[in-house]
């Protein structure tokens, strides 16, 4: 079984998992609204971590962040990152983009490939294997995730790394503005009046063992799929086929009355929310309750699905449904258990599910002690 060992968050909400579920189950949120930030003519809301805070004339405030959340999560455990037996996954979208523009300088131009950036993270730590990166859109932290189990399973290595992380810049900020994308005010999941999503600022941690024998108190990624229904550039099937068909192989045979909620993607945008609503439907999960996290982060791209998925375990972990903050009023044409307060459970699994550019898609079960 692949056992989730130790995890991390650093975001605008805190450095660790236990401050940022601390303020996500207080309600509070990191969503702000800036103008004239990188020289947009065009205000955003977004949640953005404090730059100066992170500065670093070795690495980037990307590379930084994932350094110092993989240091913390590696904290309580006695893993040798300098074994061959471990394994460092990067997720990410943008990574480091904004080098593109000609006016940042102090770092060499190569670091804006991904795989470059990959390597100042695991060369920092003396690990000798080349790490991978997955950058599959939004999805990208679910995949880094499916990844990790694979190799796991293969037996090549002992522990598996992984790592989301992705932060704003004018690149990214411009790039959804000019796809209408983004809300003029907080975002709203699911909600009637839902005018599209924010950004936000992350790097989120999960480490990865596989174990023969596990206990109750221990997080087990049961299952996990990524389907591509290749529906469009940038819209996502109106029928929801990819999201309904990763909902389905990651359920299995599980019976849906013990999956405690589906944190969903719910990026507030009208298509998106739309599309999930008819994939749960589909795969005969509308009585499960639903919740989204954007409205504390934003979209934290690459980071979102780990981010996510360690919020979502420590709700379970306190018998908790977490509000999905922004959502007043349903507003999507399929029937979906969505509540802007938080609630109680005493089930043990959960499915994370994103969606994201390109019709890609992707589902994982966890579960608390295993599948029961």
Same mark, same amino acid.
């Given at each position: 079984?692949?056992?989730?060992?130790?995890?991390?968050?650093?975001?605008? =909400?805190?450095?660790?998992?236990?401050?940022?579920?601390?303020?996500?189950?207080?309600?509070?949120?990191?969503?702000?609204?800036?103008?004239?930030?990188?020289?947009?003519?065009?205000?955003?809301?977004?949640?953005?971590?404090?730059?100066?805070?992170?500065?670093?004339?070795?690495?980037?405030?990307?590379?930084?962040?994932?350094?110092?959340?993989?240091?913390?999560?590696?904290?309580?455990?006695?893993?040798?990152?300098?074994?061959?037996?471990?394994?460092?996954?990067?997720?990410?979208?943008?990574?480091?983009?904004?080098? =593109?523009?000609?006016?940042?300088?102090?770092?060499?131009?190569?670091?804006?490939?991904?795989?470059?950036?990959?390597?100042?993270?695991?060369?920092?730590?003396?690990?000798?294997?080349?790490?991978?990166?997955?950058?599959?859109? +939004?999805?990208?932290?679910?995949?880094?995730?499916?990844?990790?189990?694979?190799?796991?399973?293969?037996?090549?290595?002992?522990?598996?790394?992984?790592?989301?992380?992705?932060?704003?810049?004018?690149?990214?900020?411009?790039?959804?503005?000019?796809?209408?994308?983004?809300?003029?005010?907080? +975002?709203?999941?699911?909600?009637?009046?839902?005018?599209?999503?924010?950004?936000?600022?992350?790097?989120?941690?999960?480490?990865?063992?596989?174990?023969?024998?596990?206990?109750?108190?221990?997080?087990?990624?049961?299952?996990?799929?990524?389907?591509?229904?290749?529906?469009?550039?940038?819209?996502?099937?109106?029928?929801?086929?990819?999201?309904?068909?990763?909902?389905?192989?990651?359920?299995?045979?599980?019976?849906?009355?013990?999956?405690?909620?589906?944190?969903?993607?719910?990026?507030?945008?009208?298509?998106?929310?739309?599309?999930?609503?008819?994939?749960?439907?589909?795969?005969?999960?509308?009585?499960?309750?639903?919740?989204?996290?954007?409205?504390?982060?934003?979209?934290?791209?690459?980071?979102?699905?780990?981010?996510?998925?360690? =919020?979502?375990?420590?709700?379970?972990?306190?018998?908790?449904?977490?509000?999905?903050?922004?959502?007043?009023?349903?507003?999507?044409?399929?029937?979906?258990?969505?509540?802007?307060?938080?609630?109680?459970?005493?089930?043990?699994?959960?499915?994370?599910?994103?969606?994201?550019?390109?019709?890609?898609?992707?589902?994982?079960?966890?579960?608390?002690?295993? =599948?029961?």
């Amino acid at each position: 079984m692949i056992v989730c060992v130790a995890h991390n968050i650093i975001s605008p =909400l805190g450095s660790t998992s236990a401050e940022n579920y601390a303020a996500v189950k207080s309600g509070k949120s990191a969503l702000r609204k800036y103008e004239g930030l990188w020289g947009l003519p065009e205000p955003f809301v977004a949640s953005l971590l404090d730059r100066k805070a992170y500065a670093d004339e070795n690495h980037t405030i990307d590379e930084r962040i994932v350094i110092d959340s993989i240091s913390n999560a590696l904290e309580n455990t006695k893993i040798d990152v300098t074994s061959k037996k471990v394994l460092f996954i990067i997720s990410t979208t943008k990574g480091n983009v904004f080098l =593109l523009d000609e006016s940042e300088n102090g770092f060499p131009k190569e670091r804006v490939r991904l795989g470059m950036m990959a390597r100042q993270i695991s060369k920092h730590f003396g690990n000798p294997n080349e790490p991978i990166v997955v950058s599959n859109a +939004c999805i990208s932290g679910v995949c880094a995730q499916i990844e990790a189990m694979r190799y796991l399973e293969s037996g090549e290595f002992d522990y598996v790394i992984v790592s989301g992380v992705d932060v704003q810049s004018a690149f990214i900020v411009s790039g959804f503005q000019s796809f209408k994308a983004l809300s003029p005010d907080e +975002c709203k999941p699911f909600d009637a009046n839902r005018q599209g999503l924010n950004l936000g600022d992350a790097a989120a941690t999960i480490i990865y063992t596989k174990k023969d024998e596990v206990s109750e108190n221990e997080w087990i990624a049961c299952r996990g799929a990524i389907r591509n229904d290749a529906n469009h550039i940038s819209g996502p099937s109106r029928v929801g086929e990819g999201s309904f068909r990763a909902l389905k192989v990651a359920l299995g045979d599980l019976e849906s009355e013990k999956i405690a909620f589906i944190n969903a993607h719910g990026t507030a945008t009208s298509y998106n929310d739309e599309m999930e609503s008819i994939a749960i439907e589909r795969a005969g999960l509308s009585s499960i309750p639903v919740n989204s996290l954007k409205g504390y982060y934003g979209h934290t791209m690459g980071a979102a699905g780990v981010l996510e998925t360690i =919020l979502s375990m420590q709700a379970v972990d306190n018998h908790n449904i977490l509000a999905t903050r922004g959502f007043d009023t349903l507003g999507v044409t399929h029937h979906l258990d969505i509540s802007n307060q938080n609630r109680t459970t005493e089930k043990r699994a959960f499915i994370k599910l994103l969606s994201g550019f390109g019709g890609c898609n992707a589902a994982l079960l966890m579960a608390k002690g295993g =599948l029961q």
